[in-house]
């Protein structure tokens, strides 16, 4: 055991002085942001073009939190790109109320306005999207009041 222990030293050593860049994680070293957001789609998903022609879903996100008497309400808007194909099919599918779990990366951006007074936003690019409960349909709510 001892011999154990002594080839372990320079080692134990080693990371005792050496700092390592970041502990604990697998992604690359640059800065980032990460939000997670759980709330329901303010509307349906929109298909947008970018002014570089590149495909974008936008979509409005609301959070709530409190009692019901006074309740308050954050708006997120998050856009998400992603290919051609079933994924895309699937989020522009969603309907408004759809409750939704999203991952993304956010940066604050800062701007002029028209009027030229100093705004900022905050910009979510999904990164993952689980949806957690889907809205009643027209036809459920119509078949439990009859």
């Not at 994680?25 to 570089?52: C, D, F, H, N």
């Not at 999203?102 to 009027?115: I, T």
């Amino acid at each position: 055991m001892s011999a154990f222990i002594s080839s372990l030293r320079p080692s134990l050593r080693l990371a005792a002085t050496a700092q390592p860049a970041r502990t604990f994680s697998s992604s690359s070293s640059r800065s980032v942001a990460k939000m997670i957001l759980t709330g329901r789609l303010a509307a349906e998903p929109e298909l947008q073009a970018t002014s570089t022609g590149q495909d974008v879903i936008k979509y409005a996100l609301a959070t709530s939190y409190g009692p019901k008497e006074n309740r308050h309400t954050s708006w997120f808007r998050v856009s998400s790109f992603i290919p051609e194909g079933a994924q895309r099919d699937y989020i522009l599918g969603l309907q408004k109320g759809t409750l939704v779990y999203v991952e993304g990366d956010a940066s604050m951006r800062q701007y002029e306005d028209a009027e030229g007074k100093k705004q900022s936003s905050l910009s979510i690019v999904q990164r993952s999207l689980e949806v957690l409960k889907r809205p009643a349909s027209a036809y459920e709510n119509e078949s439990e009041s009859h």
